[in-house]
């Protein structure tokens, strides 16, 4: 018949020894762990070749006694030590949960938070633009490592497989600018000038702006999702392995494409817009086509043109970096491919909008207005 546990206190030569008996199990220990409570002073080893049983528990309590009281442990057999062994193991400390901060401070600590991911964000997409240069350097004093074929098919990817969505996005909008100037002017006698508003918005601004912004839907979070999952699948770290630079072999391609490309999609866009716009006033206000499009030569200046060409390129240098800089920060498994396409289609029109302000102040200190 197996005992409760029990201990009784031995002073020895060596010091104080403590020895166990009984059944060291969850059953059995009673006020065992109360009593080892109490035990006062240096213990110098633990004896446990009388016990006749001992389990997890037991083993847990003699361990955590021994810890505190710096005691040796004696008198084990092989499959105890081993569990005993297991016990001493698997001890690690416990996080408790941190007291909730209150609403103030949370919300400081999630500002201070976006401002260091923002900060960094842009100081590694410096980085990356930087790369990109040299990479575009490199190719151009080795022209052999110009990969033709790859950026033509970028050029039918970016720009003649969007002319269609493009297209009608731009007449719906020129439609939409013509309704509602036609609206506002008509309060005032001046529909006329609703070919005045449809004309210089959709060259200076709209056109390219719209554009830039479909393009980075488009193509900028394809480009992400497209290096994103080469990095997983380690075809860039196969690249590198060959000797061929994924800046090269992917990214140079890609911008220079969309560079060439947005002129072009722009320009498109904006006609596209004016014909739409050209509709509705033929429509709605009764003024001719011919009218429409002499009117529009007249008040429309060439400076239109040439600010939103101006601009193009620029807005689609940075929609093929900020895709091609998020795919490759892609890392451990294929839900950051989603989260990093996410971004990069958020940070490419983010800062295509901060530029289009910041042209539209350049733009009218230098009197191009």
Known sequence: MRGSADFERVDEGGGTTLRFTGNLSLACLRDLPDRLNAVDGPVARLDLSDVERLDTVG?????????????????????????????????????LPRKAADPFTRMLGEVGDAIYVAGSTMYGLLGFMGATTI???????????????????????????????????????????????????????????????????????????????MVAGRSGSAFAAQIGTMKLTEEIDAMRTIGVSPMEALVVPRTLAVVLMMPLLGFYASLIAIMGGGLLCWISLDIPPITFIQRIREVVPLTDLWVGMIKAPVFGAIIAISGCFQGMQVEADAEQVGARTTTAVVQAIFLVIVLDAFFAVFFSEVGWI
């Open 135 to 213: 990479a575009f350097w490199n190719v151009f004093t080795h022209p052999r490592r110009f990969r033709f074929n790859a950026t033509v098919h970028r050029f039918e990817v970016v720009g003649v497989s969007a002319l269609g969505i493009i297209g009608l996005m731009s007449f719906l909008i020129g439609i939409v600018i013509a309704q509602q100037g036609a609206v506002q002017l008509r309060q005032f006698g001046a529909e006329v000038y609703t070919i005045n508003l449809v004309g210089r918005i959709t060259l200076r601004e709209l056109g390219v702006l719209m554009t830039a912004i």
């Open 59 to 95: 083993a847990w309590l003699v361990h955590r006694f021994a810890r505190d009281h710096g005691s040796s442990i004696d008198g084990l057999e092989a499959d105890e030590q081993h569990l005993l062994d297991q016990v001493a193991a698997a001890e690690h400390p416990i996080e």
